[in-house]
Antibody, heavy 122, light 107 residues
């Protein structure tokens, strides 16, 4: 079964850091681009960051550029999101999502994790 | 950045009726790289349509997508009780972005 399982969320103070992980199973992880998408409480979906299948290309939304870093370890079938200088407006459920067809980021997301909640508050 | 605007914000219909949801892009979406997702409370989004009109695996044929350029439509031909949810469009032709969502509620 194709599955994504996020972890690492929690409560962090403004200015703090957090690293999210997404463990993948049931498919050839390195063959697919991956993304992080977030959803603030009661709000819509916001794409955050994407990484190519090899990890050689990364992309960020303007709202997180310079603060967040996406990476992957294909030997461990795991996607990461390092979040630094966190702000209250980063509070959201963070989902990892798999590209539908292949290694490039320009793709729909066919598999989503269950999400992990990040709360930025003092 | 391509901005997607969905309308209406809320659509109130009864089971058995036809639903038409709109997604308009601020600039042309290349190669019809547009997808639709369904999200129910407390759940992750589910892919319904990709490439503007192709149904994802396991999606019933009452769901259909159409459009090109800047105007796209998701149609649900006959609403079932489980179809009441929030629907998002997403473009992936130029970076990635989502619309703000349409809530489909029971009338």
């Amino acid at each position: 079964e194709v599955q994504l399982l996020e972890s690492g969320g929690g409560l962090v103070q403004p200015g703090g850091s957090l690293r999210l992980s997404c463990a993948a199973s049931g498919f050839t992880f390195s063959s697919y681009a991956m993304s992080w998408v977030r959803q603030a409480p009661g709000k819509g979906l916001e794409w955050v960051s994407a990484i190519s299948g090899s990890g050689g290309s990364t992309y960020y939304a303007d709202s997180v550029k310079g603060r967040f870093t996406i990476s992957r370890d294909n030997s461990k079938n795991t996607l990461y999101l390092q979040m630094n200088s966190l702000r209250a407006e980063d509070t959201a459920v963070y989902y990892c999502a798999k590209a539908d067809e292949g290694v490039i980021i320009n793709d729909a997301f066919d598999i989503w994790g269950q999400g992990t909640m990040v709360t930025v508050s003092s | 950045e391509i901005v997607l605007t969905q309308s209406p914000g809320t659509l109130s219909l009864s089971p058995g009726e036809r639903a038409t949801l709109s997604c308009r892009a601020s600039q042309s979406v290349s190669s019809s790289y547009l997808a639709w997702y369904q999200q129910k409370p407390g759940q992750a989004p589910r892919l319904l349509i990709y490439g503007a009109s192709s149904r994802a695996t396991g999606i019933p044929d009452r769901f259909s997508g159409s459009g090109s350029g800047t105007d796209f439509t998701l149609t649900i031909s006959r609403l079932e009780p489980e179809d009441f949810a929030v629907y998002y469009c997403q473009q992936y032709g130029s970076s990635l972005s989502f619309g703000q969502g349409t809530k489909l509620e029971i009338k």
